[in-house]
């Protein structure tokens, strides 16, 4: 009986088994106040939560690495692939638009995961974001070796209604046409001969119209006609789609009788990936799925 108890006592276990309130009562402890400490960063209710995450200091990582200017596709494509792994696995997200070395996801407004609270939807994201970018990374550089891991940092921001939250999202589009206008001029500059000193000063104080007038003048470049992810980045959502599946065998009675199975339509929702302008409603107009058709507005 003796040993029963040591083993009883030093097994937690069969401790756990043989009492399973024990555990309960072991885990607290006159150490538990400092859980008082601890803030309440639950997201407030019906805003609609966005977390967006950038690289950290990307200049050297893009550098590092060798990605080609303006724009290297591959490095896209990888920020894309991260994209959806995330919406893949949270699947509250109901949009994400990405340019560059950043992306914002949109949560469901009535999302409820982990509670809503800001520190555990933030961590998770950012995360499994950089994992799946590292994971990728072999598949879309093949002939390069990653140097170091790569580091991404984010936030959390609440929008209270769809109208900011579409003027936040078109604040990202215009940031991605801005950059990437100045962005390919300068380096059609720098292409040409011209330091980057010299390609700077060339730019300074021009417009839009002037960097697309150096574009087209100079370099034969029409802005307009560039490959669409390069000038409005990537748009990330979910779609329904109906597929014909043909069960292994009969699943109904019907077609125990008739011995064969029927084709069912099923319901597929899959991501896709768009490079369009969400400034304009006619995108919105065109998917109401995404925004709700009852809450577009409000």
């Known amino acids: ?34 859980k008082k400490f601890e803030q309440d ?4 209710l019906g805003c609609w939560i966005v977390v ?17 200017k303006p724009n290297d596709l591959s490095a896209l494509k990888l ?5 959806c792994s995330v919406m893949e696995e949270f699947r509250d997200i109901i949009f994400a638009y990405g340019q560059s070395d950043e992306y914002s996801f949109i949560f469901d407004r009535k999302m409820s995961l982990f509670n809503r609270r800001s520190s555990k939807i933030l961590t998770n994201l950012v995360s499994l974001f950089t994992s799946s970018y590292t994971y990728n990374w072999r598949i ?29 999202l ?26 980057h000193v010299e390609a700077a000063a060339r730019l300074k104080d021009t417009f839009s119209s002037g960097k697309n007038e ?16 390069y000038r409005k980045g990537s748009c990330l959502f979910w779609i329904d789609k109906m597929t014909e599946k043909s069960p292994e065998g009969p699943d109904t009675v019907g ?15 899959e991501i896709t990936v768009s490079h369009e302008d969400i400034i304009s409603e006619v995108f919105w107009s065109n998917h109401p799925q995404i925004l709700g058709q009852d809450i577009v507005n409000s």
Request: hydrophobic share 35%; net charge positive.
């Open 1 to 34: 009986m003796l040993s029963l108890l040591r083993l009883y006592n030093t097994t937690p276990q069969l401790s756990y088994i043989l009492n399973p309130h024990k555990l309960q009562i072991m885990a607290k402890s006159r150490f538990e106040y400092v």
């Open 41 to 44: 960063d639950r997201c407030l």
């Open 79 to 83: 920020m894309d692939v991260a994209a």
């Open 214 to 229: 150096i574009l087209f003048s100079e370099f034969g470049i029409n802005y307009n006609k560039i490959e669409p992810r």
């Open 255 to 269: 077609e125990f009788i008739t011995g064969g199975a029927c084709k069912k339509p099923r319901v597929c929702r």
């Open 140 to 168: 879309h550089f093949p002939n390069t070796e990653l140097k170091y891991p790569p580091a991404f940092d984010g936030r959390v921001v609440l929008y209270p209604n769809t109208i900011v939250l579409k003027d936040y």
């Open 170 to 195: 078109s604040w990202r589009q215009a940031d991605c046409h801005i950059n990437n206008l100045y962005n390919t001029a300068f380096w059609e500059i720098v292409k040409s001969g011209k330091s």
């Open 52 to 68: 967006r995450i950038d690289g950290r200091s990307f200049h050297k990582f893009t550098s590092e690495h060798l990605f080609a």
